[in-house]
């Protein structure tokens, strides 16, 4: 498996809209801690080491 780094959603705007409603109302504590689950919560969900490595990787750049 390798690192998708084209998009993959068909509904990306969306799929971001969630993203930016799920923080509405926290404090930037309170979103940088749901930021820091939700990463741990997909990295868990991909399982693949050389995929969560390439994507540390590509989030350096």
Do not use: C, W
Not at 27 to 40: C, G, P
Request: no cysteine; aromatic share 4%.
């Amino acid at each position: 498996m390798s690192l998708i780094l084209t998009r993959n959603t068909p509904h990306a705007d969306d799929v971001y809209q969630q993203l930016i409603d799920a923080h509405e109302g926290k404090t930037k504590a309170e979103s940088d801690a749901f930021n820091a689950r939700l990463i741990l919560i997909l990295m868990n969900h991909i399982g693949d080491e050389t995929v969560i490595a390439e994507a540390l990787a590509a989030a350096e750049i």
